[in-house]
């Protein structure tokens, strides 16, 4: 019955919920493992409450004990709860329905590089031998929008040449929820992404392409998500660095935060539906400012 719920639940987050199919295949690896041991253990003691709260705190325990993390366990929580609040209208679920715990977790620091790497990231003074292929252009691209813009990996890929705006310099992004947003692309990058419109018009000509889609992959189709993700990781080795698109995306604002951009301003840009999920920059800029006071001042405690 709750596989069921479950296959019901997943195809209601991307029919009505518009949640991306990257986020619903989360939701599939954090929930199903769950259903399967709730309904093991209801075989074996059927004789106990459907929703006893033992239940919970065993699956919760043996998943720690092999070694998951607490914020990977916190979102199995999250998702529960998504779950279940899917469930509690349909009366034949409630027994059912668990009280879910806190979990608290600490936070990482987003990973970034610094704004001096990112300066000469854009020198083209990279080992690549393929510097005037379309390939190159276009990873460039790739990588200059993914930092100059701040969007995420998937908006990356949904971008067609229609939606760009350039007598005003703004790009049209589809992002979580399908909400569209604009992001501003700034001159250098507009008269980078003209230089590669070029190439791009001459490799899809010679492709025999007629794909909307901004990037295109060696057949002259629309590149995927993976590939964006496999090119950019590439494209930062060329570099000396070690970089994905998120890294990137948390760049981007993080350097903004640095240089005085306000707040809100980047909570905009990034597509953030809560300022909360912005704030976690200021904890980024908060542990450089304590680097830097730890390296450079006489009575920062530092032994160097």
């Known amino acids: 019955m709750l596989a069921k719920a479950l296959d019901n639940y997943l195809n209601d987050l991307t029919r009505n919920q518009g949640?991306?199919?990257?986020?619903?295949?989360a939701y599939r690896r954090d929930l199903t493992p769950w259903v399967q041991f709730l309904q093991e253990q209801h075989k074996a003691m059927p004789s106990a409450p459907p929703n006893d709260s033992l239940f919970l705190r065993v699956y919760l325990r043996e998943r720690s004990e092999s070694g998951v993390s607490n914020r990977s366990l916190a979102r199995f929580l999250s998702a529960l709860s998504s779950f279940q609040k899917y469930l509690s209208p349909k009366n034949k679920y409630q027994q059912y329905?668990?009280?879910i715990p806190k979990m608290k977790y600490r936070a990482d620091i987003p990973r970034f590089i610094s704004q001096k790497e990112a300066v000469a990231l854009f020198e083209h003074r990279n080992a690549r031998d393929d510097k005037q292929s379309y390939?190159?252009?276009?990873?460039?691209?790739?990588?200059?929008?993914?930092y100059v813009t701040g969007i995420r990996r998937e908006e990356l890929a949904r971008i067609n040449l229609s939606d760009i705006d350039h007598r005003r310099g703004l790009i049209s992004v589809l992002g979580k929820g399908n909400k569209v947003r604009q992001v501003p692309l700034g001159e250098k990058t507009h008269e980078d992404l003209q230089r590669y419109l070029k190439h791009r018009a001459e490799f899809a000509s010679a492709k025999g392409s007629s794909s909307p889609a901004l990037f295109l992959n060696r057949s002259g189709g629309p590149l995927s998500v993976r590939s964006i993700n496999r090119l950019?990781?590439?494209?930062?080795?060329s570099e000396g660095?070690?970089?994905?698109?998120?890294?990137?995306?948390?760049?981007?604002?993080?350097?903004l935060l640095e240089n005085g951009a306000d707040l809100m301003l980047i909570k905009e840009i990034l597509g953030h539906s809560s300022l909360s999920t912005t704030q976690k920059y200021t904890h980024v800029t908060a542990e450089t400012m304590k680097k830097t006071y730890r390296a450079a001042h006489p009575r920062s405690g530092s032994t160097k």
């Open 19 to 25: 949640r991306s199919e990257r986020t619903v295949e």
């Open 97 to 99: 329905l668990f009280k």
């Open 135 to 146: 390939p190159y252009h276009r990873d460039f691209l790739m990588v200059s929008l993914l």
């Open 232 to 237: 950019v990781k590439k494209y930062a080795h």
């Open 241 to 255: 660095l070690d970089f994905t698109p998120h890294t990137l995306r948390h760049s981007f604002a993080t350097h």
